[in-house]
């Protein structure tokens, strides 16, 4: 974690000082607003990452000696024969398309995205893949 947090450090300080020198060399308020908006989000994420880290300790991860089987290794379940992120996807695909076309579209995504959700929270409850 110290790794990942010292990267979004340099983040940080990139950001702002790309920020910075936008600034002085075109005068755009809003793109210099994005930068800063961007050197602080990234601010966040590193404070958050190094101050978890003191609380957490050393992680495998962190140790440039350490070895793959020093890892955790379980890293949790993966459905590799499910389709319902790909309809995730696409009813998101229709919901956002809506917001530029018609109210139409973000009613039947929104009413797909909801059936996709039931449908990848519900995959190992009911049909051939009940366990």
Request: glycine share 12%.
């Amino acid at each position: 974690m110290i790794v990942g947090g010292k990267l979004f450090a340099y983040g940080t300080v990139l950001f702002f000082g790309i920020g910075i020198v936008y600034w002085f060399m075109s005068g755009d308020v809003i793109g210099t607003s994005l930068l800063a908006l961007t050197g602080g989000l990234a601010f966040l994420i590193a404070f958050y990452v190094l101050f978890t880290s003191k609380r957490v300790g050393t992680l495998p991860e962190d140790v440039e000696t350490a070895l793959i089987s020093d890892a955790d290794t379980d890293y949790g379940f993966f459905s590799p024969h499910s389709w319902w992120p790909f309809a995730i996807g696409a009813s998101t695909f229709v919901f956002v398309l809506g917001f530029v076309f018609a109210r139409w579209m973000m009613v039947a995504g929104l009413f797909a995205l909801m059936m996709a959700i039931y449908g990848l929270v519900f995959e190992y409850y009911r049909g051939q893949f009940v366990k």
